[in-house]
């Protein structure tokens, strides 16, 4: 089973609110790997919008995506992009 992690900053000004976090949610469902974010050491599944907003990833968070599957790193790569893209805002 593959295995990849990164490092992602929450750059965008309202942190992993309840829309960015449903953004994650859409984008974790349609990869078969298992998902999971990390701040500090509270583990969230990336599926799971109620464990994700319970993260409070506020802006400069540093947060870990570990996915684990056959499709892991494009998994990682797109929820990379999506932090990167400030899930659409534009702060």
């Known amino acids: 089973m593959i295995k990849i992690q990164r490092s992602v900053t929450v750059i965008n000004k309202l942190g992993l609110h309840a829309r960015a976090s449903a953004q994650l949610v859409k984008l974790a469902g349609t990869f078969n790997s298992n998902i999971w974010l990390t701040l500090d050491h509270q583990t969230a599944n990336g599926k799971n919008i109620m464990e994700l907003m319970m993260l409070a990833a506020s802006q400069g968070s540093k947060i870990v995506v570990t996915a684990e599957g056959t499709d892991a790193a494009n ?6 992009t999506l932090f990167v893209d400030r899930f659409g805002e534009t702060e």
């Open 75 to 80: 998994a990682v790569a797109d929820i990379e």
